[in-house]
């Protein structure tokens, strides 16, 4: 009985100033063939210490595009500790593995001095309203710090203007950080950026748990006691699918009999603007489209999560 050996893995080309990943892109996009047709090229943006949800969202952007670009940068200004953002796991090594498996050809990792070369940036992007509730009334300042790299990092990987084709430029985004994705939509088109921001669904665990790398914080009793969250999201759904009035509080009160969860959030809200739906989740039959999200601690490990509804 004979075996076929298994293809083996194109490693990334690794790449850490913007000059070097402009021409790395050039250089994938030229040999594509037949030349000078239209190409695709993808942008998933990362803080390393990747995880299978990780991993899905890069397979998912290979299957999408020609080329594909994975930036790996710990962004300091999206930290509210300086001890987080020390104690931060770095795991290039591991990470180039999964990458690897996913069929990423470019990896992106820039320095603090190549993403702010005169330092913290003295003009910043406002979150606004958007992100001062929810996360970024626990997180003060972490939207801004986020919206400041992104910014960056869709500049950094625009197709160069001198590749011979059309190329249409993509950026993905995991589902599970539901307002940061609310963000960067806003920021794209108020700033008029010519890129398609893509959501790719939460990976969750068999029993429903979202993939997170904070999970690895948790003990086995803890992550049991974490599925509350998703039960209370699974309830309000199937209320929503029926077109019942939702009651939250119910969803809520299932917070109150697990005493390892301290729930912070459970709010239903509109999926583009974050404003509260209070109006239709009472007494009266829900209709229409809305985003449940929720955040809890367990352990003094903080979890989010979210549910769309009426899609």
Do not use: W
Request: glycine share 6%; proline share 6%; hydrophobic share 45%.
């Amino acid at each position: 009985m004979s075996t076929t050996a298994a293809p083996a893995l194109r490693a990334p080309h690794i790449v850490t100033t913007t000059a070097e990943l402009s021409a790395a892109i050039a250089r994938e996009i030229e040999a594509l063939a037949p030349s000078g047709t239209a190409a695709t090229l993808g942008l998933v943006p990362t803080m390393g210490a990747l995880h299978s949800g990780h991993e899905s969202l890069v397979s998912t952007a290979r299957e999408q595009n020609d080329v594909l670009v994975v930036s790996i940068f710990v962004n300091e200004l999206q930290f509210n500790d300086e001890h987080d953002f020390e104690s931060y796991p770095r795991t290039l090594d591991a990470d180039m593995e999964i990458l690897a498996r996913a069929g990423a050809d470019i990896v992106f990792v820039p320095g603090d001095e190549e993403v702010y070369p005169d330092g913290r940036p003295l003009v910043k992007i406002d979150s606004g309203a958007l992100g001062e509730k929810f996360e970024g009334a626990s997180r003060p300042g972490h939207f801004d710090g986020m919206l400041a790299v992104v910014a960056k990092l869709l500049h950094y990987s625009m197709p160069p203007a001198s590749v011979g084709r059309p190329v249409a430029y993509r950026a993905y985004f995991g589902a599970k950080d539901a307002q940061q994705l609310v963000l960067i939509n806003r920021m794209v088109a108020d700033l008029n950026y010519p890129v398609d921001v893509r959501s790719v669904p939460i990976m969750r665990t068999a029993e429903g748990l979202a993939l997170s790398s904070r999970n690895q914080l948790l003990t086995p009793e803890q992550a049991k006691a974490a599925l509350v969250i998703h039960r209370a999201l699974l309830l309000v759904k199937e209320r929503a699918d029926r077109h019942e009035p939702l009651y939250l509080e119910d969803a809520v009160g299932l917070f109150e009999m697990e005493p390892q969860v301290e729930l912070d959030y459970f709010e239903l809200v509109d999926p583009r603007t974050l404003q509260e739906l209070a109006f239709n989740c009472q007494d009266t039959p829900f209709t229409g489209e809305g985003l449940l999200l929720v955040a809890a601690e367990v352990g003094g490990v903080r979890l989010i999560d979210n549910m769309r509804l009426g899609y």
